[in-house]
């Protein structure tokens, strides 16, 4: 089992920045690549961006460039940068854990966090 819990929403206004965190904890030593996916208001579940346990990243195009994603191994955690936001930003950020990247894509697991809200709004 993995336990996924993510921290760091909240409200900014455009062209601000968040950094999100995504605590993984239980049987940590199963998970190889960790990524965040977004399901905005409405619409379904988006991927954002992955990393594997090497350190290699991969992102969508629509946030390539203005996120950044990390982890600390040590601590278990991967984070999410996010800079120059933008409205369409909005949405429920989501923390998926022990999945794979294969080439430019990352096939999830079934671990997921709860979520937490961006809001992107002047």
């Known amino acids: 089992q993995l336990q996924l819990v993510e921290s760091g929403g909240g409200l900014v206004q455009p062209g601000g920045s968040l950094r999100l965190s995504c605590a993984a904890s239980g049987n940590t030593f199963s998970i190889n690549a960790m990524a965040w996916y977004r399901q905005p208001p409405g619409k379904q579940r988006e991927w954002v961006a992955a990393?594997?346990?090497?350190?290699?990243?991969i992102y969508a195009d629509s946030v390539k460039g203005r996120f950044t994603i990390s982890r600390d191994n040590a601590k278990n955690t991967v984070y999410l940068q996010m800079n120059s936001l933008k409205p369409e930003d909005t949405a429920v950020y989501y923390c998926?854990?022990?999945?794979?990247?294969?080439?430019?894509?990352?096939?999830?697991?079934?671990?997921w966090g709860q979520g937490t809200q961006v809001t992107v709004s002047s």
């Open positions: 990393i594997s346990n090497g350190g290699t990243t």
């Open positions: 998926n854990g022990g999945g794979y990247i294969i080439g430019p894509y990352y096939r999830g697991s079934h671990y």
